[in-house]
């Protein structure tokens, strides 16, 4: 049933030189891919109904490369029919499409690129740990032009407009800040005067592309870092650059230095639409927020409130390329919801940080990602009766894909609810975000009629009643508990007996174990008033932690719980545990729970036992090798692509 509060995403939009058929664009967000693979990603998402496809960002100039020579770019015309066929793939498919046109400045990593990198002043950076040249004020003019020529070799492309990335730290955004922008010509000096690049740019590009060529440009409401554009500067500097030519705004929460997160679970959903209704307030042009949106309703409101005039979608839709179509038709429950994992900003960032070329990026939840053209999902040629144990992510994902093939799948689920692991892994702070996969699994269970049997345990029996042609294990994994010398004493519980409540716990509290598993239950008990302290082997703790959550999470940790690491526990006695510290130094802390936080193994009781009736099987998911969401879906993904 169709939501009318929905009905305002789809009103179009007008401009002078572009109208969109409703309000949903998809924002930039780098890649791996080829062109052929981009090709068929960005045609994906305009067959799901978006409005309008801003690529990822475009180098306007040598010098602008952030990690490699061979990043797409704009800078000469031989560049232009590159382009030509993609844009027209996409224009064909039903939506329109910009460049986003961008120069890295200081954020080049000179390491990959062998060049020094370029900046409006020499102010070391932080995210690539290297030190800029200054611009000389030729250079600078330099590239006004690049900026102003690569738009125009854009609209020869067939692009139906630009956006010029003046965000996330870049060059531009670089001119725009006190704290990277020194200068003392015409380029620098107070808010105007570091607005003189980005102007220059804008009256520059409008000069050659004309009046009927979209121009957007994406800026900070506000830099996140400390000295940094504040939203007063902004609101000073959204009008000029509206008098200066732009045609859009589309406004952004912050560099890649912020101090805030803007990117995990743990900001709110929606959270920066106040930088856009801000902006909104002083110019007369369609002002776009982005960020955190992953549920229509929200997006719906954000509208209706007048916050902002378009709502841009970047990870929903690397996860469902139909967000917008299945909103349109009201199909809300069937979305894939983005949880905000971070697993797509992690593997570029290995990219970036490491230089790893092999790397790609991916989803978390969307193992299509990236390969829409090769046809995954396709109808099986010879339907198979399939039987699948397991009810958490990989077997509801192998359920689902082979569903959808033309397979007849039976899913047995020993617990009353289908979820797995999952149902604990939502419960830390700052994880709800997982339900979205929870609630999105279980409902294709149901619309695609698996044979779902929760409350029953599968045995060999029923196996040879049931005379499957392919039998898949999903069963999860279990706690390690170690052989640490009092382990079975009273007050000893795992982590996830003590997430799911079924474990008591005292006052004080050691958790054995700074793994994902174990920092998360330490929040969890410090957010509830519990004394903790982590005791971990290794140097560090949350090492298995992706880059994009760690720090916010060990920013969380740092004022609510202590932490011991290079140190092990040798003992569990009645009062508490036992330590040995690098220096092999012993030392008793008295606690009243013990928590056992050191990992996951496969769980193996139905295993043997099937494996002994002669049943052959397969295995996925943490039944095969423990790991997290992305490794579980994609081995689900797999075998349901096999059959």
């Not at 009103?11 to 967000?29: C, E, G, I, S």
């Amino acid at each position: 049933m169709k939501d009318n509060s929905l009905a305002i995403l789809f009103q179009p939009l007008v401009m002078p030189n572009m109208t969109l058929k409703n309000r949903f664009f998809m924002a930039p967000m780098g890649t791996t891919y080829s062109m052929d693979q981009l090709t068929d990603y960005f045609v994906a998402r305009a067959k799901g109904d978006v409005a309008l496809i801003t690529t990822g960002e475009i180098r306007v100039h040598p010098t602008g490369g952030a990690i490699a020579a061979h990043e797409p770019s704009l800078e000469r015309d031989d560049d232009i029919e590159f382009f030509r066929s993609m844009v027209a793939s996409v224009q064909k498919a039903g939506a329109k499409i910009v460049a986003q046109l961008n120069h890295a400045g200081r954020y080049s990593f000179g390491r990959y690129t062998g060049r020094q990198s370029v900046a409006p002043s020499p102010v070391a950076s932080r995210y690539t740990g290297e030190t800029p040249r200054e611009l000389t004020t030729g250079e600078v003019d330099e590239l006004v032009l690049a900026f102003a020529e690569a738009a125009l070799r854009a609209r020869k492309a067939g692009f139906d407009g630009i956006e010029i990335c003046g965000c996330s730290g870049y060059l531009v955004s670089q001119f725009l800040s006190p704290v990277t922008n020194l200068r003392e010509d015409k380029y620098g000096g107070d808010i105007i005067g570091r607005s003189t690049f980005l102007l220059d740019v804008l009256r520059e590009t409008r000069r050659l592309v004309e009046h009927d060529f979209n121009i957007c440009v994406k800026f900070d409401g506000e830099d996140g870092v400390k000295g940094g554009k504040t939203l007063e500067d902004s609101l000073i500097l959204a009008p000029k650059i509206v008098e200066a030519g732009a045609d859009r705004l589309h406004v952004w929460a912050g560099w890649h230095e912020a101090a805030r997160p803007m990117l995990p679970m743990s900001v709110p959903r929606g959270a920066f639409a106040y930088l856009a209704r801000s902006i909104k307030n002083v110019v007369d042009v369609p002002v776009s927020t982005v960020g955190r949106i992953n549920d229509p309703l929200v997006a719906a409101q954000i509208l209706t409130r007048g916050d902002a005039d378009l709502i841009g979608l970047a990870r929903p839709l690397l996860c469902d390329p139909e967000f917008v179509k299945k909103t349109r038709e009201g199909r809300l429950r069937e979305i894939r919801r983005c949880t905000a994992c971070c697993h797509c900003f992690d593997q570029i960032m290995k990219l970036i940080m490491r230089g790893d070329e092999s790397v790609e990026l991916k989803c978390a939840i969307n193992h299509e990602l990236g390969r829409e053209g090769e046809n995954l999902v396709n109808p099986t040629a010879e339907k198979k009766r399939m039987v699948i144990i397991g009810g958490g992510p990989a077997g509801m994902e192998a359920a689902r894909v082979a569903s959808l093939r033309g397979h007849d799948v039976t899913l047995f689920e020993k617990n009353s609810q289908l979820g797995g692991m999952l149902n604990v892994a939502v419960i830390p702070p700052h994880k709800g975000e997982l339900k979205n996969l929870i609630d999105y699994l279980s409902y294709q269970m149901e619309i695609l009629s698996v044979d779902v049997r929760c409350k029953e345990n599968c045995t060999p029996e029923k196996l040879s009643e049931l005379k499957p042609d392919v039998v898949v294990m999903a069963l999860g994994a279990k706690e390690i508990v170690p052989a640490i010398p009092g382990i079975e004493r009273g007050h000893v519980a795992t982590a996830i007996d003590v997430l799911k409540g079924s474990a008591e716990v005292g006052q004080t509290v050691v958790i054995i174990g700074g793994g994902l598993i174990g920092v998360e239950t330490a929040e969890y008990l410090a957010d509830k008033g519990k004394e903790v302290t982590v005791v971990e082997m290794l140097p560090s703790i949350a090492s298995d932690v992706g880059p994009s959550n760690r720090w916010g999470l060990l920013s969380r940790l740092n004022s609510k719980v202590a932490v011991m690491t290079d140190t092990k526990v040798i003992g569990i006695t009645n009062r508490g545990v036992i330590i040995r510290d690098r220096d092999n130094k012993e030392a008793e802390i008295d606690v009243d729970s013990v928590i056992i936080a050191v990992g996951l193994i496969r769980e193996r009781d139905l295993e043997d036992a099937i494996k002994k009736s002669g049943i052959k099987f397969l295995l996925i998911g943490s039944c095969r090798e423990p790991g997290q969401i992305a490794e579980a879906m994609a081995d689900g993904f797999a075998v349901g692509c096999s059959i």
